[in-house]
Every structure is written in structure tokens, then in C-alpha cells.
T-cell receptor, first 116, second 110 residues
Framework: DADVTQTPRNRITKTGKRIMLECSQT?????MYWYRQDPGLGLRLIYY???????NKGEISDGYSVSRQAQAKFSLSLESAIPNQTALYFC???????????????FGPGTRLTVL | AQRVTQPEKLLSVFKGAPVELKCNYS??????LFWYVQYSRQRLQLLLR??SRESIKGFTADLNKGETSFHLKKPFAQEEDSAMYYC????????????FGQGTTLQVKP
């Protein structure tokens, strides 16, 4: 089955360390997204990409960067991790049907990141 | 500003009772509204979308533009409905972005 995978699934790191979270998909979708989930705040969009050459900031991009290495891969980096970046991070993909504004997003299993 | 508000963090009901998870939105154009669900140890997944006007697992949601609401309803809750529910909004312009609410945990007690 076509899928969205995330690695690692869990990560504990220290303040100031550089961290990369990876997302891969076999759905053949053009669009990919990174969200973070915090209790009481829901999911907030960090970055999104419509294709390899089109990357856009979301509502909370400060402290994060991304790389779209290929259609199937979208990585999220924390250049210098800080404790308030402790959260559950989700990758998602979507495939916008031609002529329609509707799209369903398909989510990965999440990466639980703890910054000490 | 685009915003989705789910006023209840936790909704606890008994099996067989009616359920209504509230969602209000703020958007100046014509939004598309969705409900996503996350069951324990499963991924976040789409439950239903307003444009389809469908019933999924007994749940329905009607877009009320006058009240800017998209409440999720089910007449008789089941224990397997226990999950986290997110309301989400997609604006016009084919951006594909979703704005999520804070989420409501539904707990259905036996």
C-alpha cells in the first residue's frame, strides 16, 4: 500500500543540537507538509511544499528549516533545538485534483521529539 | 484572519448518548471544512468533508455559514468512537493548506 513514513519515530536530544526529521512517501503526491502537535493547540503548519522547487513557510516556521530532496522526500531540520520545540511532529501529503480546491491530506505516524 | 475554534478540550458521554462536537470558524471567503479523527495508536485520518454531505460511521456535519459553524454529530455514540477529533478549514485558491482547530477528545463510557 502507498504510505507516508517518518523517521525517527522517537528522538530525545539536548538543547543546541541539530536535528533532522525525515518524511518519505510512496503515494506519488506532489504536496507535502510538516505540522507540530501540542496539547491544547492542535496541529500547526510549519512548512509546506507544492513540488521540489516550491517551498513555503507556514504559521510557525521560526527555528525550523526544510529540504525537499525529491518528490517523495521532505525533511524538517531544527538547526539548534530548544526545549519549547518538544512536540509531536507530523508529515502529511496531498494530491490536488485538477480543477478542484478540495484535497485530503494523508498523515504519517508522527515523530515524538523531546528537547532537554 | 483564518481561524478554527473547538471550544471543548474533552467531551465525555455514555454509550448510546447523542454526541455533538462543536467547531466554529473564521474565514472571509467560501471555506471547505473537514473533520479529521485520530484513534488511539492510529494516524490522523479524514473522517468527513462538508462538500460531500456524507455520513461516515454514523457521523454527520452540516456547514452553517450564518453561524460559521461545522459541528460534528452522531445520534448514538459507541465506545469505538473514542478518539481525538480535529476540525479543519481549507481556504480558497487551491493552496491545499489546512488550518486545524485545537482538537476535542471524545470519551465514550460504557
Amino acid at each position: 500500500d502507498a504510505d507516508v513514513t517518518q523517521t525517527p519515530r522517537n528522538r530525545i536530544t539536548k538543547t543546541g543540537k541539530r536535528i533532522m526529521l525525515e518524511c518519505s512517501q510512496t503515494k506519488g503526491h506532489d504536496r507535502m507538509y510538516w505540522y507540530r502537535q501540542d496539547p491544547g493547540l492542535g496541529l500547526r503548519l510549519i512548512y509546506y511544499s507544492f513540488d521540489v522547487k516550491d517551498i513555503n513557510k507556514g504559521e510557525i516556521s521560526d527555528g525550523y528549516s526544510v529540504s525537499r530532496q525529491a518528490q517523495a522526500k521532505f525533511s524538517l531540520s531544527l538547526e539548534s533545538a530548544i526545549p519549547n520545540q518538544t512536540a509531536l511532529y507530523f508529515c502529511a501529503t496531498s494530491d490536488l485534483a485538477s480543477g478542484s480546491s478540495y484535497n485530503e491530506q494523508f498523515f504519517g505516524p508522527g515523530t515524538r521529539l523531546t528537547v532537554l | 484572519a483564518q481561524r478554527v475554534t473547538q471550544p471543548e478540550k474533552l467531551l465525555s458521554v455514555f454509550k448510546g448518548a447523542p454526541v455533538e462536537l462543536k467547531c466554529n470558524y473564521s474565514y472571509s471567503g467560501s471555506p471547505e471544512l473537514f473533520w479529521y479523527v485520530q484513534y488511539s495508536r492510529q494516524r490522523l485520518q479524514l473522517l468527513l468533508r462538508h462538500i460531500s454531505r456524507e455520513s461516515i460511521k454514523g457521523f454527520t456535519a452540516d456547514l452553517n455559514k450564518g453561524e460559521t459553524s461545522f459541528h460534528l454529530k452522531k445520534p448514538f455514540a459507541q465506545e469505538e468512537d473514542s478518539a481525538m477529533y480535529y476540525c479543519a478549514l481549507s481556504g480558497s485558491g487551491n493552496t491545499g493548506k489546512l488550518i486545524f482547530g485545537q482538537g476535542t477528545t471524545l470519551q465514550v463510557k460504557p
